[in-house]
């Protein structure tokens, strides 16, 4: 079975301070990857996802990047974190697009 | 515009007290539904796909079901341990053809000893 792998499990940033969250995954080649932010009492919102090495497709344009230099490995980062980057951050991943997704247990992330 | 909703927002049972929570869509392409469980500060776990409306699936006392404009997840005689948020996903094809995953916002549970 496929396990996502997420950390830290907490994050306090001050403002334009540099982000790297790293995703990793077991149980799977080539997977679909993707990274979530939930706010509370929102639903979950895609930011980025990837099909494979290299590529990355982004859903919002927004002051986040994302990374994928191995086939199992997943990055979210940023130059500069703003207030409003605040949240809960999730790496989910596929076997393929019509495979249910598997959560890591995400990130919580506070800019002061 | 393609839309998930979930009601009610927030759900106490008392434990026994069996009951149902909607997810309602609005997409085109609709290639599947899913349905998640999440606890306080976890992700999301995986319960259920369903595919085709009329399909129905079970998992002890939760059992979801389908019809071609929303699913219900039916929990049967629940037990606090059952707390939690659900969610609902669609899964549907964008007008470029890829797939895209719509999340509704979940129902919080609440099951009282």
């Known amino acids: 079975s496929q396990t996502i792998h997420q950390w830290p499990a907490t994050l306090v940033q001050p403002v334009g301070s540099p982000l790297s969250l790293e995703c990793t995954v077991e149980?799977?080649?080539?997977?679909?990857l993707y990274w979530y932010r939930q706010a509370a009492g929102r639903g979950l919102q895609l930011l980025f996802y990837s099909v494979g090495i290299g590529q990355i497709s982004s859903e919002v344009p927004q002051n986040l990047s994302a990374s994928r230099p191995q086939d199992r490995q997943f990055i979210l980062s940023s130059k500069k974190l703003l207030l409003s980057d605040s949240g809960f951050y999730l790496c989910?991943?596929?076997?393929?697009?019509?495979?249910?997704?598997?959560f890591g247990d995400g990130t919580r992330l506070s800019i002061l | 515009e393609d839309q998930v909703t979930q009601s009610p927002e927030a759900l106490r049972l008392q434990e026994g007290e069996s009951s149902s929570l909607n997810c309602s869509y609005t997409?085109?392409?609709?290639?599947?539904l899913f349905w998640y469980r999440q606890d306080p500060g976890k992700g999301p776990e995986f319960l259920f796909t369903l595919y085709s409306a009329g399909e129905e699936k079970e998992k002890e006392r939760l059992k979801a079901t389908l019809t071609k404009k929303e699913s219900f997840l039916h929990i049967t005689a629940p037990k606090p341990e059952d707390s939690a948020t659900y969610l609902c996903a669609v899964q549907a094809i964008s007008t470029s053809g890829t797939y895209k995953y719509i999340f509704g916002t979940g129902t919080r549970l609440k099951v009282l000893a």
């Open positions: 989910a991943g596929s076997r393929d697009s019509n495979q249910p997704q598997h």
């Open positions: 149980g799977t080649s080539n997977p679909n």
């Open positions: 997409v085109s392409g609709l290639r599947g």
